[in-house]
């Protein structure tokens, strides 16, 4: 009997190892996974997320806002009279005149040394700008104070 059992055991390892064997590299499948990274974003059609800066149809940046557009509005030092500071306007009286830093129309042809300031080198200024709120998601107008140099900047 222990000559059988020693058969047995023989023909066992005889078909282990003839199973292990007769595979080749060929049969083993070298499927590569490889981890992508997904990034997700507010505004899938934008790739972008809400509060993110982005160019508008009109070529102006813009902030994403929270209907995932991209505004096209322009933002002006003197939203009342859609104008900037030292923009060209009409006084109430029909003359040509320039938007000062208080948003008013000067007649041109006054003595200061910027008139589109209504200021002269030197004077206290202010400029005027808007910041958005991404916690509140809005947008905030600041005012900075600063001093017009000799170039007419408010620094």
Known sequence: MNNSKLLGLLAAMFITLSIFSS?????????????????TFDCPSLSLNIGD???????????????????????????????????????????????????????NGSSVDCPGWGLNIGDDCIVYDLVYDSTAMTYDSININGVLDINCDCL
Not at 23 to 39: A, G, H, N
Not at 73 to 81: G, I, K
Request: hydrophobic share 20%; aromatic share 4%; glycine share 6%.
């Open 23 to 39: 595979c080749t590299k060929d049969d083993i499948d070298e499927t590569k996974t490889t981890e992508t990274e997904t990034t």
């Open 53 to 107: 800066t982005c160019t508008n149809a009109s070529g102006n940046f813009n902030i994403v806002d929270t209907n995932c557009d991209c505004p096209d509005y322009a933002t002006y030092d003197c939203p009342s009279l859609n104008a900037n500071i030292g923009d060209a306007c009409t006084t109430s009286s029909g003359a040509n005149g320039v938007v000062d830093a208080n948003c008013d129309c000067e007649e």
